[in-house]
């Protein structure tokens, strides 16, 4: 018991400050807002250092990588893995959602009626091609640009782009390699103090999000909720241990599951992929992924492998297309969805507004119709963020099996012992 206690400590204590949390945000409701503040100081602090350590966790985990082929290796599987990934989340909500009515017409009219008040304040957003997106999402004009956490998909690249610079720079940059990993140490501890104050800052954020949340959500709404709920679920338990059994065998199920727990706990509190990128790594690396797949695939996934997302995706086309009475061909939903999900960065609640205009712009739907995916984009957050986190774990398996070969998980053991 001793020995559980201590190895669990502090999951118990942050599961239960959630569970407070929640049962607080629905005994007082919106009164529960008051709290917010207190949880904002914990996500405030984690978005301060999401661009160090974004760009520290990449650059060193491509700078150590001394055999250029391996890297090129690792990063090709790690695309292919992760469009391969996004396909199967694409078709399992399409799968879903297609034979269903998220919306009836009587709800949808509700709906309308109640987001009228919301759409009239709506800004309007630039006339921009895809292209222009695209080219905005993965690039600043300035370098201070690369310094702003709404500016992910850049620095993600920039990263890479400085590890690979650093990779053939060759001994002339040991000493820069040296400073870089010196200041990921520190970065670590850093994240290790900051998460002293969680179990207080996330019970009291879960605490505002219930009580605004917990009695707004209409018949549709409560729909999705559900729905989208039940398959995140089904997907959690299914899908990633097919991945974790693919990638290696039964003790490969097993260690998933021995280690997924506290990425699965941080994503689901904190709704943010960037904030679980530190638990998520150790996670990975814990059930035996070598450093340097683990260090790339975990940062790159935040936003670029968003299996809860594209899923997410898939029930805002079919909710629009159930409100607004017209049809989606299953092809055009796959596209769409794929697209919209590359340009969404990887912060809390409202950070998918790009995808939304992205899917409204692409499916031709008015513009007026963004508060009701921003809306749909609230109430799924949790499991959606859930899967996003727990996504790259699964898919860090994958890579370090077609990387390390069928025993990757003893040549990273023998690693850690040397």
């Known amino acids: 018991m001793k020995k559980f206690l201590k190895n669990y400590k502090s999951i118990i204590i942050l599961l239960a400050a959630i569970i407070i949390g929640a049962i607080v945000g629905i005994v007082f409701k919106e009164k529960a807002a008051v709290l917010s503040p207190l949880g904002d100081i914990f996500l405030n602090f984690m978005f301060i250092i999401i661009v160090p350590l974004i760009f520290l966790s990449i650059s060193t985990a491509i700078a150590k990588t001394k055999q250029p082929k391996r890297l090129g290796k690792i990063m090709i599987t790690i695309i292919v893995l992760f469009v391969l990934t996004s396909i199967v989340a694409v078709f399992i909500g399409i799968a879903v959602t297609y034979p269903i009515k998220l919306v009836d017409p009587e709800d949808g009219q509700m709906i309308r009626e109640s987001l009228e008040t919301q759409t009239e304040s709506v800004e309007p957003v630039e006339d921009q091609t895809i292209l222009e997106r695209t080219v905005s999402a993965i690039t600043v004009n300035d370098f201070y640009g690369l310094l702003s956490k709404d500016n992910i998909i850049a620095i993600i690249i920039f990263s890479i782009l400085f590890g690979i610079a650093i990779n053939m720079a060759g001994e002339k940059a040991n000493k820069l390699v040296e400073v870089l990993e010196s200041a990921y140490a520190v970065l670590l501890k850093l994240i290790q103090i900051i998460m002293y104050y969680a179990p207080i800052g996330l019970g009291c954020y879960f605490a505002a999000l219930v009580g605004t949340f917990g009695s707004s959500i209409a018949v549709g709404y409560l729909k999705t909720f559900v729905l989208y709920t039940a398959v995140a679920i089904l997907f959690y338990i299914i899908v990633y241990s097919l991945y974790a059994f693919i990638a290696g065998g039964k003790r490969g199920v097993v260690a998933f599951w021995k280690n997924i727990i506290p990425t699965t706990v941080t994503a689901a509190a904190t709704c943010s992929s960037a904030a679980s990128i530190p638990v998520n790594t150790e996670a990975s690396e814990k059930i035996g992924v070598s450093p340097d797949i683990a260090e790339t695939i975990i940062p790159l996934g935040t936003s670029f492998h968003k299996d809860g997302s594209i899923i997410g995706s898939v029930f805002k086309i079919m909710f629009l297309v159930c409100l607004f ?50 809306m749909i984009a609230s109430i799924i957050d949790v499991p959606a963020t859930v899967l996003n986190v727990v996504g790259d774990t699964s898919t860090s398996m994958l890579a370090a099996r077609i990387i390390d070969g069928k025993d990757w998980m003893d040549k990273n053991k023998k690693i850690e012992k040397e």
């Open 325 to 374: 009475g017209t049809s989606a061909g299953i092809g055009q939903i796959i596209i769409v969805a794929l697209i919209a999900n590359l340009l969404i960065t990887a912060v809390p609640i409202g950070g998918g507004t790009i995808s939304e205009m992205m899917i409204l712009t692409m499916m031709g739907y008015p513009v007026a119709a963004l508060p009701i995916l921003t």
